[in-house]
């Protein structure tokens, strides 16, 4: 028989839950299930909904346009994610360091790009790199180069998609690195030092090790934004050349939302799931979730 | 007790009666609010808004303008159908085919003998019923612009309508005014399918053929194969590559407007922008060029009422005053392009623009039987933003003409249930 200590601890543990409960399922649970379902419809978005079994995954599995956009999200990812952790770790050290000046000024500088809409960075990341009327095709021009072919080029593209999401993240994984930074006692560094560790020995054999938590967190966390990359793409190159940044997030949306075929994108928006979620797995499992 | 009771209710009954009254009265008489959707930002010389403005100052009614994007307009008007958060009025190209069932039947309101028969074909046809869901609005046809100051430095004299160009010469040209136009490409053209489908119309082909009652896919022929070859070809010689291979948001028309381009392959709906907007350079409209036949794509916007808006008899008495043919001559003066309405022409002060609008004029007669074929079957209900990819990758290099065609075709012909022509 449960005493009334532990049905009051009962009550208060439901209660403290719910407000959360509430939110995941309005915001998570609900949408899952109901693309579940629909996966499994030829659901045009508002009145076609018919049951058609697996055909939306069979068609997926042979949809070549499908892996070609998977394929390029992994290449974007793996292209992009060693600057989303090493750049925003090497700014935080800077702005840590008793060596260097106007702290709080780089600090704040380097946040604000954190602060902008993916959208206001899209239109400022064309006006740098617009092939036609840029600023920075026109430096090169003042200085007597070649303007650059940026939106021909697939590779430049990609990599002013990719300028573009560092750019905007690196002030939000300095404040996460800075937090780790000083959490590591200070007593660690002052034994280093009595022993005469180099500033470089210091960085890479006490720094680095004892953020091992924090990067993981970074890593983590760039990688499933790397893979979700959407309204950058959207706002500075649309997909294009041809289809040479058109990532799978594009891909479901075009498929969703353009062509009204919201079956066939919740089918896809499923398997992606799953394989992001594998991912996060293999990195939970590779970096023992960030335990030194 | 039981008395005051009696009373009170009696009071309160009267009370809601009287405001019951007043409230109807007010929707009935009083100043309302009709809420528009437009299909793109106005700018302050717009010819629909600010027809609405006058309209709202006469009547005493206020506008409350909402701007949502063509191609949003697919994803959000289910959305707000579904909420019934519609608007009372909107501009729309294409919803009232996709959802013919969630607008008024305008034919019930209107005569629409009233309107020219051209517009209301090419606008206002369901295809599947009679039903006319809109009213012809902007009625607008593709045309050809030039930059005049490049054309005198290059040597080029313009084609006229009765010796138009062929596009063996548009080539030749296009070339010479990047050599010697001072222009940084000899040609742009929107990045829009219909622009390219001209060029396709032009060269004897299609998106489809008419098989008995129903279609067969047409797209991959070798005479449009060969079209989308030159058209690559084009673009890797003077024309901005970067529009067509879809790598940039940069709108062609600003390339235009900064004297950029020579000749600009848009359509009407451009001429009173560039008309308020260039100044810098002399310019003008040009015939399109001619291939096998000639071809324009006529086109446009209506107005449509949704059947469930709140405020649906306020949109109705603004569409019957606004189509009375005093203010439709208004906002045409306004809008200096083609006239959907019976009897109201635009007649331009300024000789340029009235020489312009004959041009624009003799361009409604090169539309094509392949073009209306194409829009009966309706073809893009299917696929759109595929055969633009498929453009897309083309144009960039990324698979070959007929790869391109090839696959897009099958596609097409998978989804639609039409054989295969070729």
Same mark, same amino acid.
């Given at each position: %028989?449960?005493? +009334?200590?532990?049905? +009051?601890?009962?009550?208060? &543990?439901?209660?403290?839950?719910?407000?959360?409960?509430?939110?995941?399922?309005?915001?998570?649970?609900?949408?899952?299930?109901?693309?579940?379902?629909?996966?499994?419809?030829?659901?045009?978005?508002?009145?076609?909904?018919?049951?058609?079994?697996?055909?939306?995954?069979?068609?997926?599995?042979?949809?070549?346009?499908?892996?070609?956009?998977?394929? *390029?999200?992994?290449?974007?990812?793996?292209?992009?994610?060693?600057?989303?952790?090493?750049?925003?770790?090497?700014?935080?050290?800077?702005?840590?360091?008793? +060596?260097?000046?106007?702290?709080?000024?780089? *600090?704040?500088?380097?946040?604000?790009?954190?602060?902008?809409?993916?959208?206001?960075?899209?239109?400022?990341?064309?006006?740098?790199?617009?092939?036609?009327?840029?600023?920075?095709?026109?430096?090169?021009?003042?200085?007597?180069?070649?303007?650059?072919?940026?939106?021909?080029?697939?590779?430049?593209?990609?990599?002013?998609?990719?300028?573009?999401?560092?750019?905007?993240?690196?002030?939000?994984? %300095?404040?996460?690195?800075?937090?780790?930074?000083?959490?590591?006692?200070?007593?660690?560094?002052?034994?280093?030092?009595?022993?005469?560790?180099?500033?470089?020995?210091?960085?890479?054999?006490?720094?680095?090790? %004892?953020?091992?938590?924090?990067?993981?967190?970074?890593?983590?966390?760039?990688?499933?934004?790397?893979?979700?990359?959407?309204?950058?793409?959207?706002?500075?190159?649309?997909?294009?050349?041809?289809?040479?940044?058109?990532?799978?997030?594009?891909?479901?949306?075009?498929?969703?939302?353009?062509? %009204?075929?919201?079956?066939?994108?919740?089918?896809?928006?499923?398997?992606?799931?799953?394989? &992001?979620?594998?991912?996060?797995?293999?990195?939970?499992?590779?970096?023992?979730?960030?335990?030194? | 007790?039981?008395?005051?009771?009696?009373?009170?209710?009696?009071?309160?009954?009267?009370?809601?009666?009287?405001?019951?009254?007043?409230?109807?009265?007010?929707?009935?008489?009083?100043?309302?609010?009709?809420?528009?959707?437009?299909?793109?930002?106005?700018?302050?010389?717009?010819?629909?808004?600010?027809?609405?403005?006058?309209?709202?100052?006469?009547?005493?009614?206020?506008?409350?303008?909402?701007?949502?994007?063509?191609?949003?307009?697919?994803?959000?008007?289910?959305?707000?159908?579904?909420?019934?958060?519609?608007?009372?009025?909107?501009?729309?190209?294409?919803?009232?085919?996709?959802?013919?069932?969630?607008?008024?039947?305008?034919?019930?309101?209107?005569?629409?003998?009233?309107?020219?028969?051209?517009?209301?074909?090419?606008?206002?046809?369901?295809?599947?019923?009679? #039903?006319?869901?809109?009213?012809?609005?902007?009625?607008?046809?593709?045309?050809?612009?030039?930059?005049?100051? =490049?054309?005198?430095?290059? $040597?080029?004299?313009?084609?006229?309508?009765?010796?138009?160009?062929?596009?063996?010469?548009?080539?030749?040209?296009?070339?010479?005014?990047?050599?010697?136009?001072?222009?940084?490409?000899?040609?742009?053209?929107?990045?829009?399918?219909?622009?390219?489908?001209?060029?396709?119309?032009?060269?004897?082909?299609?998106?489809?053929?008419?098989?008995?009652?129903?279609?067969?896919?047409?797209?991959?022929?070798?005479?449009?194969?060969?079209?989308?070859?030159?058209?690559?070809?084009?673009?890797?010689?003077?024309?901005?590559?970067?529009?067509?291979?879809?790598?940039?948001?940069?709108?062609?028309?600003?390339? @235009?407007?900064?004297?950029?381009?020579?000749?600009?392959?848009?359509?009407?709906?451009?001429?009173?922008?560039?008309?308020?907007?260039? #100044?810098?350079?002399?310019?003008?409209?040009?015939?399109?060029?001619? /291939?096998?036949?000639?071809?324009?794509?006529?086109? /446009?916007?209506?107005? $449509?009422?949704?059947?469930?808006?709140?405020? #649906?008899?306020?949109?109705?008495?603004?569409?019957?005053?606004?189509?009375?043919?005093?203010? @439709?001559?208004?906002?045409?003066?306004?809008?200096? $392009?083609?006239?959907?309405?019976?009897?109201?022409?635009?007649?331009?002060?300024?000789?340029?623009? =009235?020489?312009?609008? #004959?041009?624009?004029?003799?361009?409604?007669?090169?539309?094509?039987?392949?073009?209306?074929?194409?829009?009966?079957?309706?073809?893009?209900?299917?696929?759109?933003?595929?055969?633009?990819?498929?453009?897309?990758?083309?144009?960039? $290099?990324?698979?070959?003409? =007929?790869?391109?065609?090839?696959?897009?075709?099958?596609?097409?012909?998978?989804?639609? /249930?039409?054989?295969?022509?070729?």
């Amino acid at each position: %028989m449960k005493t +009334r200590y532990v049905k +009051r601890h009962v009550r208060a &543990f439901w209660l403290f839950v719910a407000p959360c409960l509430l939110l995941f399922s309005t915001f998570f649970l609900i949408p899952l299930g109901l693309s579940v379902g629909f996966s499994f419809t030829n659901y045009d978005g508002w009145k076609v909904m018919n049951f058609i079994g697996l055909a939306n995954y069979k068609e997926l599995f042979a949809d070549t346009k499908f892996y070609q956009s998977l394929g *390029r999200t992994f290449t974007y990812t793996l292209f992009s994610l060693p600057f989303k952790v090493i750049i925003p770790l090497l700014i935080a050290s800077l702005v840590t360091s008793k +060596r260097v000046a106007i702290k709080g000024l780089a *600090r704040t500088l380097t946040y604000i790009p954190s602060l902008l809409s993916a959208l206001v960075v899209g239109i400022t990341i064309n006006w740098m790199f617009s092939a036609e009327y840029g600023l920075v095709n026109f430096i090169i021009q003042s200085l007597g180069g070649t303007p650059l072919q940026w939106a021909l080029n697939p590779k430049l593209a990609t990599f002013v998609i990719s300028f573009a999401s560092n750019w905007a993240s690196t002030g939000f994984y %300095m404040v996460i690195f800075i937090g780790g930074l000083n959490n590591i006692p200070q007593e660690i560094y002052e034994a280093a030092s009595i022993d005469g560790s180099t500033t470089r020995q210091t960085f890479l054999r006490i720094t680095v090790p %004892m953020l091992a938590p924090t990067t993981f967190l970074a890593t983590l966390l760039s990688t499933v934004n790397l893979l979700k990359e959407y309204a950058l793409v959207q706002g500075i190159t649309q997909g294009g050349p041809g289809l040479n940044t058109t990532f799978i997030i594009q891909f479901i949306f075009d498929k969703g939302f353009n062509q %009204m075929q919201y079956g066939y994108a919740s089918a896809i928006s499923l398997v992606v799931m799953v394989i &992001f979620a594998f991912i996060a797995y293999v990195q939970f499992k590779f970096s023992n979730g960030g335990d030194r | 007790m039981k008395k005051v009771s009696t009373i009170l209710l009696m009071a309160l009954l009267l009370s809601s009666m009287v405001f019951a009254a007043g409230t109807k009265e007010a929707a009935s008489t009083g100043p309302q609010v009709l809420k528009v959707m437009l299909s793109e930002e106005p700018s302050s010389e717009d010819a629909l808004l600010n027809t609405m403005k006058q309209w709202a100052a006469e009547t005493g009614n206020t506008l409350d303008v909402m701007v949502i994007p063509y191609e949003d307009q697919l994803t959000k008007f289910p959305l707000m159908a579904r909420n019934n958060d519609l608007p009372d009025l909107l501009t729309t190209t294409r919803l009232s085919r996709l959802y013919p069932d969630e607008f008024l039947d305008m034919a019930e309101y209107f005569d629409m003998s009233i309107f020219e028969p051209m517009a209301v074909e090419i606008i206002v046809q369901d295809y599947k019923s009679s #039903k006319k869901s809109i009213l012809p609005q902007q009625f607008t046809i593709t045309n050809v612009y030039y930059n005049k100051d =490049a054309f005198a430095r290059a $040597g080029i004299t313009a084609p006229t309508i009765e010796k138009p160009w062929t596009l063996d010469e548009l080539e030749k040209n296009a070339i010479l005014l990047k050599e010697k136009g001072g222009v940084k490409y000899g040609m742009a053209m929107d990045a829009s399918r219909a622009r390219y489908d001209n060029l396709m119309y032009a060269n004897g082909g299609s998106m489809v053929e008419k098989d008995g009652a129903g279609f067969d896919v047409a797209i991959n022929s070798p005479q449009n194969i060969a079209t989308l070859q030159k058209f690559i070809d084009w673009n890797n010689k003077f024309m901005p590559k970067a529009i067509w291979a879809g790598g940039t948001t940069d709108n062609p028309a600003d390339y @235009f407007k900064n004297g950029d381009v020579g000749i600009y392959f848009s359509g009407s709906w451009n001429y009173n922008s560039f008309y308020n907007q260039i #100044k810098n350079f002399k310019w003008g409209v040009m015939p399109s060029p001619v /291939g096998k036949s000639a071809s324009a794509i006529l086109g /446009g916007s209506g107005l $449509g009422v949704p059947a469930k808006a709140k405020n #649906k008899d306020l949109a109705i008495s603004f569409l019957k005053w606004f189509y009375t043919k005093e203010n @439709f001559q208004q906002y045409l003066n306004r809008d200096k $392009g083609l006239s959907s309405l019976v009897g109201v022409t635009y007649s331009p002060s300024d000789a340029q623009v =009235a020489e312009d609008y #004959k041009v624009l004029q003799s361009e409604v007669g090169k539309v094509t039987y392949a073009f209306s074929v194409d829009e009966s079957s309706m073809w893009r209900n299917f696929y759109d933003n595929e055969y633009r990819d498929a453009l897309k990758q083309a144009v960039n $290099g990324d698979l070959t003409a =007929a790869k391109a065609l090839n696959d897009f075709a099958a596609l097409l012909s998978k989804k639609s /249930g039409w054989d295969l022509k070729y």
